[in-house]
């Protein structure tokens, strides 16, 4: 409960003010920071996948 008060101050006082847009968006919130891979294995793979097409595509290769 602590953390919907910190997250809605003013508007969260108890349990009877969460409701489900905010239980939604607390949801959200975590998948988006719990689930986010920026450097992972595969976000390298890509990087360096697309790298090689730019690189073989460019103007002037053959």
């Known amino acids: 409960m602590d953390l919907f008060i910190a997250a809605y101050p003013g508007e969260v006082s108890g349990a009877a003010e ?3 847009v905010k239980a ?16 992972s294995p595969f976000d390298r793979y890509l990087k360096n996948s697309v790298w090689i097409v730019c690189r073989r595509v460019s103007p002037g290769s053959s």
């Open 18 to 20: 969460v409701d489900y």
């Open 24 to 39: 939604a968006n607390a949801i959200a919130a975590y998948e988006d920071r719990a689930f986010r891979a920026i450097d």
